[in-house]
């Protein structure tokens, strides 16, 4: 049975992973379009920046992202000067902290969606009087749906675990920044704690295995649509 503290070390862990979700999604739609259909100068450097969270390490994240939100920050200081706001020690920091790390796993995913549809299709409509927004809206966001679907559940599993950047950045308070990851390196440093550290780490392993399995099913029927489409 788990305890009070642990269920809400849960919620507040599926809270900020969903909110990092809301906040990632249409950034990482946008920049998988972009790479994906633009070309222009600094499309590879665009394409660095975007990945850089896959290769540095997450504590380095964590302390541009306190460079960047803290109280002496360009956007933490315009946060505090024109909302009153501050991210600092925050449920939402952990929440941008999870979404900058999620964010190149479902700009990845989205991309490759949108690299597979058939550009002829939106001629097509096109030459059949559709305005741009019209062919996007009917046919291009349909064809890359399957692909936007794993990107949030990637992302929802990446956010799930993310302990360095969130550790870093907002540090690891009970009931605002304590997520399971957090929770299980908390209970770590207890001895005699192996019980309460086995439960966090099965739920931690059920949700991303959960996360994983949908978007391998999402993947595969995505292609077996293809499949029979061109069959077709």
């Not at 305890?3 to 739609?29: D, Q």
């Not at 946008?30 to 660095?48: H, K, Q, T």
């Not at 349909?142 to 950047?165: K, N, Y």
């Amino acid at each position: 049975m788990l305890s009070a503290a642990e269920w809400a070390i849960i919620g507040l862990s599926l809270k900020i992973s969903l909110v990092a979700i809301l906040l990632t999604l249409p950034v990482a739609f946008a920049l998988a379009w972009v790479l994906a259909r633009g070309r222009f100068p600094g499309r590879m450097l665009l394409d660095a920046l975007v990945h850089l969270p896959l290769v540095l390490p997450p504590v380095v994240i964590g302390w541009l992202l306190l460079i960047a939100f803290g109280q002496s920050g360009p956007i933490g200081q315009w946060l505090q000067s024109w909302f009153g706001v501050s991210v600092i020690f925050r449920w939402t920091g952990a929440a941008i902290a999870a979404a900058v790390m999620a964010l190149p796993l479902m700009v990845r995913a989205i991309r490759l969606s949108i690299e597979a549809i058939d550009r002829r299709l939106e001629g097509a409509a096109r030459t059949l009087g559709a305005s741009p927004w019209h062919a996007f809206r009917t046919i291009s966001l349909p064809l890359c749906l399957p692909g936007i679907l794993a990107a949030t559940i990637l992302g929802f599993a990446r956010s799930i675990g993310e302990f360095g950047a969130t550790i870093t950045f907002v540090s690891n308070i009970p009931g605002e920044t304590r997520t399971l990851p957090l929770a299980i390196y908390s209970e770590l440093q207890v001895p005699g704690s192996e019980t309460a550290v086995t439960r966090l780490a099965i739920i931690a392993i059920i949700l991303s295995i959960g996360a994983l399995v949908a978007s391998e099913w999402l993947a595969r029927r995505h292609s077996g649509a293809e499949g029979t489409a061109h069959v077709l």
